[in-house]
């Protein structure tokens, strides 16, 4: 059985007399991964403030390590879980190697200077950046920077994690970048991370476990349950998402008539039906028109087309036709 880090017992979290989020009841044990998702002033930021003890609960205890936040003192609670912020404000002009050493300073730990160096040559093995050791913090990109700050959250060596939307400023490759490391972290350490964040499709694919805020609840669960039974694609994408059985995929609602069967289960199979959808079809597979996809090759009636822009404007084209008589 693994071991509780973080247990939050009849939590409400709020300002002054207003409540945000009430009676949650839940905990993070070692080797997790999981994502905080919800709307817009859900409450996900005071959660996170509140486990962190820059605000006070109002209701019930969280409790690190089987001890009362309430009698643990900012420097301990910051010995016990590390954060990562969005971006740094400031990034300052040092190695980083010598940012990460910053994750030091809080470790009870001591090392002498052979142990300190191999120690964050630890830290950048495990997150990939060996090669950026020697570079500038004001000299790497943005996604690399973040790594290095998840690095020396690493490097105070706590057994808790909290990210807060790690992932906002980057771009999509930096972003499944972070969300793989820190799925492939913790199993390699015995550190849990708690991550608050917009991109759905990828915590959904990514973490162990959901922490979904609605209606001032937390509901908890597998990724694939909380997606199913709180509906939480539709919900935020305002309902612009909606499950397409056809498609057997989330697409985009529309009232279109013209529907069209895609056969093919292929990368190109996939990205033309994408075009078509694009353009205000539905896919149907009791569509009158049917077009069959193979590896590389579209094939409607005797045609074939290599370009999915040539189909569509086909098809666009010819729809009336076809519709009309079933060819």
């Given at each position: ?33 999981i994502a905080i998702l919800g ?58 190697s010598e940012l990460i050493e ?101 915590a959904l694919n990514y973490t ?120």
């Open positions: 059985m693994k071991n509780t880090i973080l247990q939050l017992e009849n939590i409400t979290v709020g300002y002054g007399n207003k409540k945000i989020i009430s009676s949650i009841n839940t905990c993070i044990s070692e080797n997790e991964f709307k817009n002033g859900a409450g996900k930021s005071t959660l996170i403030n509140t486990i962190l003890g820059y605000q006070n609960e109002l209701e019930g205890d969280i409790f690190l390590h089987q001890q009362s936040l309430k009698k643990l003192s900012k420097k301990e609670i910051a010995q016990n879980i590390a954060i990562v912020l969005p971006r740094l404000n400031n990034v300052p002009k040092i190695k980083v910053i994750g030091l300073v809080g470790q009870q730990t001591e090392f002498n200077k052979k142990e300190k160096e191999d120690f964050i040559i630890h830290i950048l093995d495990l997150v990939g950046i060996q090669h950026l050791k020697n570079n500038y913090a004001t000299e790497i990109s943005e996604g690399q920077l973040q790594l290095v700050m998840i690095a020396r959250a690493l490097a105070q060596n706590t057994k808790l994690i909290i990210l807060d939307e790690p992932t906002s400023n980057l771009d999509i490759a930096n972003q499944y970048k972070i969300f793989n490391l820190l799925h492939e972290l913790k199993s390699k350490t015995s550190q849990s991370f708690l991550m608050i964040s917009h991109e759905a499709d990828l162990d476990k959901i922490w979904w805020i609605e209606n001032g609840l937390l509901f908890e669960d597998i990724p694939e349950q909380i997606a199913y039974e709180k509906q939480i694609i539709p919900k935020l994408s305002d309902q612009n998402l909606m499950f397409n059985s056809d498609e057997n995929r989330y697409s985009t609602s529309t009232n279109n008539t013209l529907s069209i069967n895609v056969k093919g289960n292929s990368e190109l199979a996939y990205w033309v039906k994408n075009g078509f959808v694009r353009n205000g079809f539905i896919i149907k597979n009791n569509s009158k028109i049917t077009i069959e996809i193979t590896e590389n090759n579209i094939i409607f009636g005797e045609k074939i087309f290599v370009n999915i822009q040539e189909i569509i404007t086909f098809i666009q084209q010819q729809y009336e036709k076809y519709n009309h008589n079933g060819s």
